[in-house]
């Protein structure tokens, strides 16, 4: 079973629109919760990197949460743009097992006009 | 700069082939990694490496070689492919860790790779 579950797994909306991603971890204490962006066909490509003492990080219009009581982490994405059209993935770095990163499935976005 | 550069793009063996990717980042990255994307999966560690000359196992090393000569490449080998390996094969970057680990990955654009 993976140890970094994402919701949805898709979701449709419409350009201009706000959405949030959900990613639920389970492996406690780590040091650090990140997201990635993956264009169709492109590598992933780091949105924010968050340690276990943030509980915000903004990049743009992207802005990650995180609350380590509940190990949850949400991907708010503002006014979204054609180009949000993407796969976001969730990724938990443990250093206390080698810097291990954990990938969720990712959750694919798909901004119409 | 170039940044990570994987080669090739896409490949067709069939079951029992051998071949070779390439990994190739002109970033003077010590850390240096082999993933594989399968469908509704997250990415899976392969082998990585964290200098020249050094290789380790990842999550799922099985049915894969690599080989780390010069710092700026990370060749990944199969040397009698199966089916199972049908998959997206990103290579991945990192400079040395900092205190907190927060240094980044940088990902090259892919090999998709299909075994008959």
């Known amino acids: 079973k993976n140890q970094v579950e994402q919701s949805p797994q898709s979701l449709i909306i419409l350009e201009g629109k706000n959405c949030t991603l959900q990613?639920?971890?389970?492996?406690?204490?780590?040091?650090?919760l990140r997201w990635y962006k993956q264009d169709t066909g492109r590598g992933p490509v780091s949105l924010t990197i968050?340690?276990?003492?943030?509980n915000t990080k903004s990049n743009g219009r992207y802005t990650a949460t995180l609350d380590a009581d509940t190990k949850q982490s949400s991907l708010h994405i503002t006014a979204s743009q054609l180009s949000d059209s993407a796969s976001y993935i969730c990724?938990?770095?443990?250093?206390?097992?080698?810097?291990?990163?954990?990938f969720g499935g990712g959750t694919r976005v798909l901004v119409k006009p | 700069n170039a940044g990570v550069t994987q080669t090739p793009k896409f490949r067709v063996l069939k079951t029992g082939q051998s071949m070779t990717l390439l990994c190739a980042q002109d970033?003077?990255?010590?850390?240096m990694y082999w993933y594989r994307q399968d469908p509704g999966m997250g990415l899976r560690l392969i082998h990585y490496s964290v200098g020249e000359g050094t290789t380790a196992k990842g999550e799922v090393p099985d049915g894969y070689n690599v080989s780390r000569l010069k710092k700026q490449n990370f060749l990944l080998g199969l040397e009698s492919a199966a089916p199972s390996q049908t998959s997206v094969y990103f290579c991945?970057?990192?400079?040395?860790?900092?205190?907190?680990?927060?240094?980044?990955?940088?990902f090259g654009p892919g090999t998709r790779l299909t075994v008959l």
């Open positions: 990724v938990e770095l443990i250093k206390a097992a080698g810097n291990k990163l954990t």
């Open positions: 991945a970057s990192s400079p040395l860790p900092d205190r907190l680990s927060t240094d980044t990955q940088y």
């Open positions: 970033m003077n990255h010590e850390y």
């Open positions: 990613c639920n971890y389970t492996v406690s204490p780590f040091s650090n």
């Open positions: 968050m340690t276990f003492s943030e």
